[in-house]
């Protein structure tokens, strides 16, 4: 098994940044990819961003491509998720995942193992 614990979120007002964090332990060497997931109240969980173990390729959401970027240092297995220019709508739960895939995905349901979340509001 693999333990997720995010941290980093917060409130900040429009225009701000915050960078989220997510460490890994457990079986780290089953990750092949990481990735960022958010969940605003009543709406399904989506995709924003996904790295892979070596850093290339990386894919994001297109609603924040631009203002979003995710990386990761393997010496501390951890990935973070840098948010830019922050929108009212980016407000959700943030959440972390792993994959066991060879191939970068969006689709939630290849991800095995997930953080508990960590809440960002953006408002004035």
């Known amino acids: 098994q693999v333990q997720l614990e995010e941290s980093g979120g917060g409130s900040v007002q429009p225009g701000g940044s915050l960078r989220l964090s997510c460490v890994a332990s457990?079986?780290?060497?089953?990750?092949?990819?990481m990735g960022w997931f958010r969940q605003a109240p009543g709406k399904e969980r989506e995709f924003v961003a996904t790295?892979?173990?070596?850093?290339?390729?990386?894919y994001y959401a297109a609603s924040v491509k631009g203002r979003f970027t995710i990386s990761r240092d393997n010496v501390k297995n951890t990935v973070y998720l840098q948010m830019n220019s922050l929108k009212p709508e980016d407000t959700a739960v943030y959440y972390c995942?792993?994959?066991?895939?060879?191939?970068?995905?969006?689709?939630?349901?290849?991800?095995?193992?997930w953080g508990q979340g960590t809440q960002v509001t953006v408002s004035s």
């Open positions: 995942a792993a994959s066991n895939w060879p191939i970068a995905i969006s689709a939630r349901e290849r991800y095995s193992d």
């Open positions: 790295i892979s173990r070596t850093g290339d390729p990386t």
């Open positions: 457990g079986r780290v060497d089953s990750i092949l990819h």
